[in-house]
């Protein structure tokens, strides 16, 4: 298997992650025949129940609000695409990238960032809620796909990489899942690529939504972004035609995602060679994330985040859709701790068993995964379910 592994990873760098010195899976299996671990690994993401219901879970719109607004799962297939370019190019192991990529964010709950706000309210002292964690469960425990075992059993490198953080106390339970965090070492350079790729799509595919709601204007971004308005004068130089139009506006996000990726991939070959990484151990011993932009386009991407929040995120519509978000989670989350019995079959099952062994606890996970598992639309349904009396329950 390893020569086979070799010939399907193709020429991979010093410092990247090599499936045949893989830790291997939590419940051994035989190596696949025609493809490595890690891409058995993204295979079995895309065919898992939580990769279909990204396609109903908001990125910043809620599903209903138009059809071609981002969602969960179009951000995540974004995600994996700029992630793999930059794999590809400095030689990093783009399987594994492309698996972390498309399961970073299984976990996330319905109502974008303000569903998990929400959530974490609710569960507080039981535990709190993080979308992180949540996607290792999904993985580890929830699917419930395979004859042999609960969750995808994923490699130890893409359990890993799915993990951007992870508190103290909770690392401590993770055992050697959790070690990086409690020994303030750094994610394998497969991880760091997936979570700066993140960062690109979620900045540069929000504007081109915003701009679509109306909610952003394409002034106010020129004018508060330079590194846009930069951009998007070359493109109206170039093709005059275009005007202020989707086409200008689609070249002009476009190339600003090809300028951060050709300067994430010069800054980090910079590091690399800096840091004198000659292994995929050398990059977690660095003292520093070897994954990086340059200090102006950081600068750059941290002017674009704070325009997105204060225009976009913080817009009174945006905010409205999320409190709507916010109730109808915790509407939920308070019906079922107060009467498990109205849970589904499978899950009022669940909570017998958790809560005989961890009481509370118990109970409040079990409605935690439940209302997390759920997409926009399921969630609002099932909250006029229980509490619109002509509902049909």
């Given at each position: 298997m390893a020569q086979l592994g070799h010939r399907l990873e193709g020429d991979l760098a010093a410092f990247a992650s090599s499936a045949a010195e893989s830790r291997g899976r939590r419940h051994p299996e035989e190596p696949p025949r025609n493809r490595t671990p890690f891409q058995r690994d993204r295979d079995r993401i895309?065919?898992?129940?939580?990769?279909?219901?990204?396609?109903?879970?908001?990125?910043?719109?809620?599903?209903?609000?138009?059809?071609?607004?981002?969602?969960?799962?179009?951000?995540?297939?974004?995600?994996?695409?700029?992630?793999?370019?930059?794999?590809?190019?400095l030689g990093a192991n783009?399987?594994?990238?492309?698996?972390?990529?498309?399961?970073?964010?299984?976990?996330?709950?319905?109502?974008?960032h303000a569903g998990q706000s929400a959530l974490d309210w609710c569960m507080g002292e039981l535990g709190g809620f993080e979308h992180n964690l949540q996607s290792l469960r999904v993985v580890e425990q929830l699917e419930q796909r395979y004859a042999e075992f609960d969750g995808l059993n994923l490699t130890f490198e893409a359990r890993e990489g799915i993990l951007k953080r992870?508190?103290?106390?909770?690392?401590?339970?993770?055992?050697?899942?959790?070690?990086?965090?409690?020994?303030?070492?750094?994610?394998?350079?497969?991880?760091?690529?997936?979570?700066?790729?993140?960062?690109?799509?979620?900045?540069?595919?929000?504007?081109?939504?915003?701009?679509?709601?109306?909610?952003?204007?394409?002034?106010?971004?020129?004018?508060?972004?330079?590194?846009?308005?930069?951009?998007?004068?070359?493109?109206?130089?170039?093709?005059?035609?275009?005007?202020?139009?989707?086409?200008?506006?689609?070249?002009t996000i476009r190339r600003l995602i090809d300028r951060q990726i050709s300067d994430l991939v010069t800054t980090t070959r910079s590091r690399l060679e800096g840091l004198g990484c000659r292994?995929?151990?050398?990059?977690?011993?660095?003292?520093?994330?070897?994954?990086?932009?340059?200090?102006?386009?950081?600068?750059?991407?941290?002017?674009?985040?704070?325009?997105?929040?204060?225009?976009?995120?913080?817009?009174?519509?945006?905010?409205r859709m999320a409190m709507k978000g916010s109730r109808v989670i915790q509407g939920l989350w308070e019906a079922f701790m107060e009467n498990p019995g109205i849970l589904p079959t499978e899950f009022r099952q669940r909570v017998e068993r958790t809560e005989a062994e961890r009481g509370e606890a118990g109970r409040a996970q079990v409605v935690a995964d439940y209302i997390a598992g759920m997409t926009d639309r399921y969630a609002i349904r099932e909250h006029e379910r229980i509490f619109d009396p002509y509902s049909r329950p």
């Open positions: 895309i065919h898992s129940t939580a990769f279909r219901r990204l396609e109903y879970k908001t990125q910043v719109f809620v599903n209903h609000e138009g059809d071609h607004y981002r969602t969960r799962l179009t951000h995540s297939l974004e995600v994996a695409q700029i992630a793999r370019s930059v794999a590809r190019v783009e399987d594994l990238v492309e698996a972390i990529a498309l399961a970073h964010d299984l976990g996330h709950t319905p109502f974008g992870c508190s103290p106390g909770k690392a401590r339970e993770l055992g050697d899942l959790g070690q990086r965090f409690r020994e303030g070492t750094q994610a394998g350079v497969e991880a760091q690529i997936a979570n700066t790729a993140d960062e690109i799509a979620y900045n540069n595919h929000d504007i081109d939504d915003g701009l679509r709601s109306g909610l952003v204007t394409l002034d106010r971004i020129r004018e508060e972004v330079p590194l846009f308005g930069q951009v998007f004068d070359e493109v109206r130089s170039l093709y005059p035609e275009s005007g202020s139009g989707r086409r200008a506006v689609h070249e292994s995929s151990d050398d990059v977690r011993a660095a003292g520093e994330p070897v994954v990086a932009f340059s200090q102006e386009m950081a600068e750059a991407n941290r002017g674009l985040k704070e325009l997105l929040h204060r225009e976009l995120y913080r817009h009174f519509r945006v905010l």
